[in-house]
C-alpha cells in the first residue's frame, strides 16, 4: 500500500463513512477510528466533521472537474466535445460509487455551507455547455441561464440513479444525459440525431 | 381523532415547516415547534416520537398542498401547454408567497435524512407524471428519450435551488420565463421554448 498523509486517510475516511452511515449520523470518532489517527491528529487537519466532509468533497469535486474538462478537450465540434466529457463524468461516477453518493447526494445532506460548495461545484459546469451558444443556430438568443439548467438537468438524471443504487449503470445512461445536454441548443429533433451518431 | 386533537396536530405541522424554513433542519428543536405552533410538549409528543418524525408528516402535508393547489389551478386546462405554464406559474407563486414553505420543500428536506429525501424525490416524480402528459400530445411517435420529464424537472429545480440557496426566493416569479423554458425545451426544442418565453414576458 502506498503511504498517505493523515489528512489523505481522514478525507478517504470522510468517503467511506458517510456512504454507509449518513453525513448526519457520522461522528468525530468514526472518522479516527476509520483513518487509524489520533483526535488530536484529526483537530489538528480540521476544525470539525463539517471542515473535514467539505474538504472531502472539495476533493472529489477537483477530480471530476478535471477528468471532464481533459476528456472535453480531445474532442473537436462541441457536441463531440460535450458527449467526452459527459462519458468521462459518468465512467468516473460508476468507478467510485461511494464518491458518487458523497459528491451528488450526500452533499446535500450537510448544511447550507456544504449545499452552497455544492451549487458553485456544479457551475464549474457551466462553461463546457455555454460553448453551445456559438456553436448552434440562433444559440446567442438563449436564455443566458440555459447552461445552468443543463447542469441542472443533468445531475438531476444522475443523481435519480445515484440515489436508486445504480451507480454502477451509470455509463448507460449517456444517451439520455447527452440529449439533455444538447437539446436546449438544438432541439429535440437534431439532439437525437447527434446522440445517435457514432 | 377528535376536531380538537387534529387541528392541534396540523398547527404543529404547520409550525415545523414554517421554523425549519427559517432557521433550517439542523438548527430546530422540538422547543422551537411548540413554541411557535403555541402548545405544548405533551401534545408534541401525543402525536410524535421526536422532530424527524414530526417533519416527515409535515412534508407529507407541505407536499399535499402544494398538490392540491396546483390541481385546483391547472386541471383540465388545454392544451398541455398551458397546463404546464400554469402549473408552474401557481408553484413559483406559492414559493413567493411562503419563502419558508419554499426552503423546506426544495432545500432543508435534504437535511433531513435519506426518509425525507426519499419523499422529496417521490414528490418531484409526481411533477414528472404530469409532465409526462406532454408526450402524448407532442410525441405520438414515441422518439422522445425514456427521461425527458426528469430533465425538465432536473433543470428547473436546479434554478429554483440556486435561488433559494442564495437567499433570493422573492426573485423567483422573475425567473418565470427562464424556469418555463427550461420545462418546456426538451420537449418542443429551443425556437418554441424561447417563444413561450416571450409570451409570459409579455403577459406580466
Known amino acids: ?198 | 381523532m377528535s376536531a380538537i386533537t387534529e387541528t392541534r396536530r396540523d398547527s404543529l405541522l404547520e409550525a415545523m415547516v414554517r421554523v425549519v424554513g427559517r432557521k433550517g433542519y439542523q438548527a430546530t428543536s422540538v422547543a422551537d415547534v411548540i413554541e411557535e405552533a403555541g402548545t405544548s410538549r405533551t401534545t408534541f409528543y401525543k402525536h410524535f416520537d421526536d422532530k424527524h418524525d414530526c417533519f416527515l408528516s409535515a412534508y407529507d402535508m407541505l407536499v399535499e398542498r402544494v398538490f392540491d393547489t396546483i390541481v385546483a389551478e391547472c386541471d383540465g386546462e388545454q392544451p398541455w401547454l398551458s397546463r404546464v405554464r400554469k402549473g408552474l406559474a401557481t408553484l413559483i407563486g406559492i414559493f413567493a408567497r411562503e419563502p419558508e414553505l419554499a426552503r423546506t420543500a426544495v432545500v432543508e428536506v435534504a437535511v433531513a435524512g435519506a426518509e425525507a429525501r426519499q419523499r422529496h424525490w417521490d414528490a418531484v416524480a409526481r411533477f414528472t407524471e404530469f409532465l409526462e402528459d406532454g408526450r402524448e400530445e407532442l410525441d405520438p411517435g414515441g422518439e422522445l428519450p425514456k427521461h425527458i420529464s426528469v430533465m425538465a424537472t432536473g433543470a428547473v429545480s436546479g434554478l429554483i435551488f440556486d435561488e433559494l440557496v442564495a437567499g433570493r426566493t422573492a426573485n423567483l416569479p422573475s425567473l418565470m420565463p427562464d424556469l418555463l423554458f427550461a420545462m418546456l425545451v426538451p420537449f418542443i426544442g429551443p425556437a418554441a421554448a424561447t417563444e413561450e418565453m416571450r409570451r409570459v414576458v409579455q403577459a406580466t
Open chain 1, 1 to 198: 500500500m502506498v503511504a498517505r498523509s493523515q489528512r489523505e486517510r481522514l478525507l478517504d475516511a470522510a468517503v467511506d463513512v458517510v456512504a454507509a452511515k449518513g453525513y448526519g449520523a457520522t461522528t468525530v470518532a468514526d472518522l479516527t477510528k476509520e483513518a487509524g489517527v489520533s483526535r488530536t491528529t484529526f483537530y489538528e487537519h480540521f476544525k470539525d466533521k463539517e471542515a473535514c466532509f467539505l474538504a472531502a468533497f472539495d476533493t472529489a469535486a477537483d477530480v471530476l472537474a478535471r477528468r471532464i474538462g481533459a476528456a472535453f478537450e480531445t474532442e473537436e465540434a462541441w457536441p463531440d466535445r460535450v458527449r467526452a466529457g459527459l462519458a468521462a463524468l459518468l465512467e468516473s461516477l460508476a468507478g467510485e460509487p461511494q464518491i458518487a453518493r458523497l459528491a451528488l447526494v450526500d452533499i446535500g445532506s450537510a448544511g447550507p455551507q456544504a449545499q452552497r460548495r455544492y451549487r458553485a461545484a456544479l457551475q464549474r459546469m457551466t462553461p463546457f455547455f455555454d460553448e453551445g451558444r456559438d456553436f448552434a443556430p440562433g444559440g446567442r438568443r438563449l436564455p443566458a441561464n440555459t447552461s445552468r439548467m443543463v447542469v441542472g438537468a443533468v445531475t438531476g438524471l444522475v443523481s435519480d440513479e445515484i440515489e436508486a443504487g445504480r451507480a454502477d449503470r451509470l455509463p448507460e445512461m449517456l444517451p439520455e444525459v447527452l440529449f439533455a445536454s444538447l437539446v436546449p441548443y438544438l432541439g429535440p429533433a437534431a439532439a437525437a440525431n447527434a446522440v445517435g451518431e457514432r
